[in-house]
Each structure stands twice: as C-alpha cells, then as structure tokens.
C-alpha cells in the first residue's frame, strides 16, 4: 500500500470515529459540517500549528491534538460572526494570554463567550479530550511510531482531522445545518 493510501485510509476511519464521539456527546449531527472557507484557512495555519503542535507532543499530546479542534471551532465562530472583519486573521491572534498553552481557554472565554466552567464549555472541553485520546488509541492500534516520518503525516492529518471536527461542532452550535435539496433536472 503506498503511503497516501495508508494515510488517506488513517484520516477517514479516524474522522468517522471522531463524528461517532462528538454525536454521541450532541455536538454535531448525522454529517460533519463543513464550508470552503473554514476549510482554506486551515492550509494557511497548518504549518504554524503542526510547528506548535510538534514543540508540545511529548509533554502534552492530548492538548497538541485537542487544540486543532479549538482552532477550528474559533475559524467557524469568525466565519459566522464576521468573515470580512476575521478571514486574514493571523495564527497568533489564536493564542491566548499565555500563547498556544490556553489556546482552549481563549477561544471558548473570550472568542465564544463561555464561562470556563459552564456545561457547555465542558461538554466541548471534554469532548475534544476524548477525541485526542481516540485518535492517540488509534495511532497505537495502526502501530505507528510518532517520532517517525510516518508519525509525522499522521498526526499532521490527525490535526486537520480535528480542526475539521472543531469547525463542524461551532457550526452546529451556531445552529447550522445540512438540509438535503432535491434538484430535478
């Protein structure tokens, strides 16, 4: 198998057993959402994420895998709010008062307005923590050796994994929804 098959296979058993947690706990629906939008700002904040991200591995890998899905979840709460005000916000404007280490605390306190403590803050800080552990489970399950080059892919499509995930969490917080349209021809 060549290594995109391999990674490509990663990335959608890993997103469906994401959307399966994240239904479970009510915070999307049937289907993922997604937009466009969301989605190309992800391509301009990877590689200063996965930079963030590989630093904070061996310390804190919950929260190196847990913050994609706090970073997509403040992309959709801009995309939402104010896109023309938000889209070309820098990476760092992410960060909160310690830098990437409460990145959570400042997108669900000061971007969403939760009270850190409140149900819906921990429904959504737990939730990601659980998706983190599932994708650490199956990182280990599929054998792979994070401190490798295929560690490396993977977990750079296990970021992208859970920033889509954030975003199709604050997008059904928003109350969006995927409505099917029956197009006759």
Request: hydrophobic share 40%; with cysteine; aromatic share 12%.
């Amino acid at each position: 198998m060549k290594d995109t098959e391999l990674y490509d296979r990663y990335e959608r058993t890993l997103e469906d057993g994401l959307v399966k947690i994240c239904r479970g706990a009510g915070l999307v629906g049937d289907m993922l959402l997604r937009s466009d939008d969301i989605d190309a700002r992800w391509d301009d904040y990877i590689k200063d994420y996965v930079a963030d991200a590989v630093e904070n591995f061996n310390t804190y890998p919950e929260a190196a895998i847990s913050w994609a899905g706090f970073l997509g979840i403040a992309v959709a709460h801009w995309w939402d709010a104010d896109w023309q005000g938000h889209k070309d916000a820098p990476y760092r404007s992410f960060y909160g008062t310690r830098g990437w280490d409460d990145m959570d605390e400042h997108v669900l306190r000061d971007l969403l307005g939760l009270e850190l403590d409140s149900p819906e803050a921990k429904r959504i800080s737990d939730t990601l923590l659980s998706c983190a552990l599932a994708t650490l489970g199956l990182i280990r399950h599929e054998g792979i050796e994070t401190q490798t080059e295929q560690g490396f892919f993977v977990l750079t499509r296990s970021y992208s994994v859970l920033y889509r995930i954030g975003a199709g969490i604050e997008l059904q917080r928003l109350g969006y929804k995927a409505v099917p349209i029956n197009i006759k021809r």
